[in-house]
């Protein structure tokens, strides 16, 4: 007898408590905001479930996604609240999780304003005070660094190396 959950679908696949476990075991991720917003960015139904076609969909775009792919994602990451923008209020929330707090900072909330406002001032290009994903993307085509300005959203190369190393090793070795 096979499980369904509340939209009829298999109940089977990751929840987000063993995707999360995978996210830093595997790729070495330990933001729980980010690995909240990978989590949406996979779960694209947003049923709480990530099926196998929805892990495969995302892996690929986490490991080998074109650059448009990874745009797409990223912005699904930083918008928190998915309302299709992202906010002054989500920007400084993602920061203040990915930040390292020095102890002789006296307030570390005023340089992430500062960086908050610099960020904004470059990438949102209609200065309406949200970021569209038009302007995600067009910050992101004229320059690369913003890809992953909010935090860590994606494998970097290494962890990628690592990753295909684990699971494409020679079963003859």
């Known amino acids: 007898m096979k499980l369904y959950n509340s939209q009829g679908r298999p109940a089977n696949g990751l929840k987000r408590g063993k995707f999360r476990g995978l996210l830093q075991s595997t790729f070495e991720m330990t933001n729980g ?19 196998l076609e929805e892990w495969v969909r995302g892996l690929a775009v986490f490991l080998r996604g074109t650059l448009e792919e990874k745009m797409k994602h990223a912005f699904r990451v930083y918008d928190l609240n998915n ?19 020095w102890p ?4 570390p909330e005023e340089g992430i304003k500062d960086v908050l406002e610099m ?10 005070g949200l970021l569209s994903y038009e302007d995600f993307e067009k ?3 004229d320059e690369n660094l913003f890809l992953q300005a909010f935090g860590p959203c994606l494998p970097d190369n290494t962890v990628i190396d690592k990753f295909d190393q684990l699971v494409f090793k020679d079963p003859e070795q």
Do not use: P, Q, W
Request: aromatic share 10%.
């Open 119 to 128: 960020t904004m001032k470059k990438m949102d290009l209609d200065h309406d």
């Open 104 to 107: 002789s900072e006296e307030d």
């Open 33 to 51: 905001l980010m690995m909240d917003g990978v989590f949406r960015s996979f779960d694209k139904d947003g049923d709480g479930v990530i099926i």
């Open 83 to 101: 309302d299709k923008y992202i906010s002054k209020d989500e920007i400084f929330h993602m920061l203040k999780h990915s930040f390292i707090k």
């Open 139 to 141: 910050s992101i085509l």
